[in-house]
């Protein structure tokens, strides 16, 4: 059976490029079997077969495999942390930062750091690309609207200022929306840009394999400027920074010397 799910991995490379063999296997696996058997297919190439001919299916699969979970201030002591301790040397004789909010999911990390900047910058001045593999996910991000859960860690004076409530949900308002670039980027796959001040990506890396993961954080580091800094998730810290040339001023936060 360990063959059908390769045949399958090499499936679904070859039909969406995404590469499933770059994640954790039992993980991931036992994720996709789970969905597998409750739609009825015995096997994952049957399984294929089907995704390949009903969309819904497909886009069944893909959110499965991409977990999106997220929410505002997620962690909110390491924001606190950003904001404290990082941010004002990320400042430093900058009138704009360049900032990379990668895998961001349906949107509450890049709004959370447009959020924190409008302390310091006009929101004119603030620019955020955002990026994720699943375009699904970027939809809801650029629509923008939440049930209460997601909020629970933003700041009062923040969901008066930035949500409008409506019915059950929060929608963003424009004006942070409009801080923030959307597209679509595979960080195993896709080319990295360079000279961000800040790269924020967090709660993805956990999925990768070791190989995998190690490769990503080394783009990272190439594609930050002197002085920039790469804040990673609660269970993602990077074993030998020196090697990537990064020093750590904080727990989970990475500087490029
Ligand atoms: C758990 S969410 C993390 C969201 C947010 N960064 C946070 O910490 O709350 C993981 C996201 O990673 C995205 N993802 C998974 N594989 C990816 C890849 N190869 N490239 C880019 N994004 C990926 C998923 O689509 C999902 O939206």
Redesign the pocket.
Known sequence: MKEDYVDFIDLIKTRTG?DLA??KEKQMKRRLTTLRDKRGFKDFVSYYNALKMDDDLFHEFLDR???????FY?NSKRWEIFRNSILPSLMEGQRKLKIW??????G??PYTIAMILSDYYDLDNITIHA????TH?IDRAKNGVYPERSLKEVPEDKKKAFFNKNGAFYEISDQIKKCVNYSK?????DSYESSYDLI?????LI??TEEAKNNVYANFANALRKDGVLFV?STEQIFHPQSLNLEVPETFFYRKK
């Open positions: 995404i770059q994640y495999m991409t977990i999106n979970v997220s929410e997620r909010s990668a895998a961001c999911s349906t509450e990390e990026t994720d593999i699943d996910a980027h595979n960080l195993l796959a924020v990506c967090r709660n993805v999925y990768f998730g």
